[in-house]
C-alpha cells in the first residue's frame, strides 16, 4: 500500500528519485501514465494490470469508453529504477502535469500520483476541508457503488 506525501526535484534528465520506502515494489518495474486532475500516475506492474483491464474490458463501441482507453494508454511508459531509484519522466507527460523542478509524489492506496508541487498545493493542501468532509458524507451513502471495484 502506498501512503504518504515526498516533496523532490526533477534533475536535468528528467529523472526523479522515488522515495526509499516505494522503490522496492516497482523494481520489477511498472508504468507511467497520464492521472486524473493533472498530475502523472505510477503503476507497479501488477497495479497496472489490474486497472488495464477494468478500462480495457470497456465497451470499445462507446465513444466515451474508446476516449477514456486513449486517454490512459496512448502515453503510457514502462519505467525501471536505475540503482539509485530514480525514474525517468517522459516529456508528454511532464507537459500533461505542467511539471517544472518541483514535485510532489504521493502515495495514493495502490499507485503513486506525481505532481507539480504549486499544483499540489493548490489541489490538496489548499482545499476547504468541509469541502472534504461533504464528499466524504455523500461517497458514504453509496458504499455499493464505491467499494465493488476493489474486491
Not at 526533477?10 to 526509499?20: A, E, G, T
Not at 501488477?46 to 483491464?53: G, Y
Amino acid at each position: 500500500m502506498f501512503l504518504g506525501e515526498f516533496e523532490h526535484t526533477l534533475d536535468n534528465k528528467n529523472r526523479v528519485i522515488l522515495p526509499s520506502r516505494f522503490r522496492a515494489e516497482f523494481q520489477p518495474g511498472g508504468v507511467l501514465t497520464r492521472g486524473l486532475d493533472g498530475c502523472i500516475a505510477a503503476y507497479t506492474k501488477i497495479t497496472f494490470a489490474s486497472f488495464s483491464a477494468r478500462i480495457g474490458s470497456l465497451d470499445a463501441f462507446s465513444e466515451e469508453a474508446r476516449r477514456l482507453q486513449r486517454y490512459f494508454f496512448s502515453d503510457a511508459n514502462p519505467c525501471l529504477p536505475d540503482s539509485q531509484g530514480r525514474v525517468t519522466l517522459p516529456v508528454g507527460l511532464l507537459r500533461h502535469a505542467t511539471i517544472d523542478k518541483y514535485i510532489v509524489i504521493a502515495g495514493i492506496y495502490d499507485h503513486l500520483e506525481i505532481w507539480d508541487q504549486k499544483t499540489w498545493t493548490t489541489t490538496v493542501g489548499d482545499g476547504d476541508s468541509s469541502t472534504i468532509e461533504e464528499i466524504a458524507e455523500r461517497l458514504a451513502s453509496r458504499p455499493d457503488e464505491n467499494t465493488s471495484h476493489h474486491e
